[in-house]
């Protein structure tokens, strides 16, 4: 009977001391919020130009509620850059909860992003500040695409090139250049063109791709004022003239001249920054190529 109640005693107490190492071993886990961003929202239809309002749904997956009087922010990226922020909701947000925050600011000290052309990558980033410790650091971002429309289309309209804009909120300017096939032919005393005789040149280019201050006259530039929807620009051909001054290698009858017959158009491009003839140039909006097939008289 002693080693009955011995062997009883020895098993209770393993049962006590293995109840006692096991709960050693377990400790409960803070309570901490969890921030993460659901979506992120702006306008519809973005062209270049555009002041675009980035706003985010920020929810708390955690187990704690966000300290009241804290600011809950998120930065906006566009490309790896920061371009806005949301800093001014300091309210608890509970667990489960969720709010959406819109950008008041940023490092320009406005609350918009001026889009440029193209597919952007925009981010929003949930307490990117690190105001609040949490208990999940890794997940408060959120990556999505935008897609800006050029807002640029071309027309050639009496030899030169219409283009209509996206209207911005100031001044910018324009250049525009014509890219195309050239071609010459030998012409009569009575300036008609020989049949038969109409030859490829070469290809070549009209107009202007960059601006530069002090270029107001020259060909393909323009200045858009704020607002305006479209602009217009003119086509010269002197410049190509003057380049060949009669040489066009080709031969032609002994009673024929030599001449340029026409320019058949096949690209227009245009590229506009912020700025105008009197100010340096600020930021590129957009740069759009059209393809066209037009034939131009090549005159001065």
């Excluded at 555009?50 to 985010?56: K, T």
């Excluded at 032919?185 to 280019?205: I, K, M, N, P, Y």
Aim: proline share 4%.
């Amino acid at each position: 009977m002693g080693f009955v109640k011995a062997a009883r005693a020895l098993v209770a107490g393993a049962v006590v001391v293995g109840s006692v190492a096991v709960g050693g071993t377990v400790s409960a886990a803070p309570r901490q919020p969890d921030l993460v961003v659901t979506s992120v929202n702006w306008a519809p239809d973005v062209v270049g130009g555009q002041q675009v309002l980035f706003s985010a749904t920020i929810a708390n997956r955690g187990t704690a509620a966000t300290p009241a009087g804290t600011i809950s922010g998120v930065g906006f990226q566009v490309d790896g850059k920061l371009v806005t922020w949301a800093d001014r909701h300091t309210a608890s947000i509970a667990p489960g909860q969720s709010v959406t925050v819109t950008a008041v600011g940023g490092p320009t000290g406005s609350a918009t992003w001026t889009a440029t052309a193209g597919q952007r990558k925009l981010r929003a980033f949930v307490d990117d500040a690190k105001r609040i410790a949490e208990s999940n650091e890794g997940n408060n971002t959120l990556d999505t695409t935008v897609k800006v429309a050029a807002g640029i289309t071309h027309r050639i309209q009496s030899g030169g090139v219409v283009t209509r804009l996206s209207p911005v909120d100031r001044t910018t300017v324009t250049a525009t250049s014509v890219s195309g096939n050239i071609y010459v032919g030998c012409f009569s005393a009575d300036g008609r063109l020989v049949d038969g005789t109409e030859r490829f040149l070469r290809q070549g280019g009209v107009g202007n791709d960059t601006f530069a201050l002090g270029s107001k006259f020259a060909d393909g530039l323009a200045e858009v004022p704020a607002g305006a929807t479209q602009s217009g620009s003119r086509v010269s051909f002197s410049s190509l003239i003057w380049s060949y001054q009669g040489h066009f290698g080709i031969t032609c009858a002994a009673e024929e001249a030599p001449n340029f017959t026409r320019f058949q158009a096949t690209s227009v491009r245009t590229t506009r920054w912020y700025g105008s003839y009197g100010t340096p140039l600020g930021a590129q909006l957009a740069s759009v190529s059209t393809p066209v097939d037009v034939d131009f008289d090549v005159q001065p």
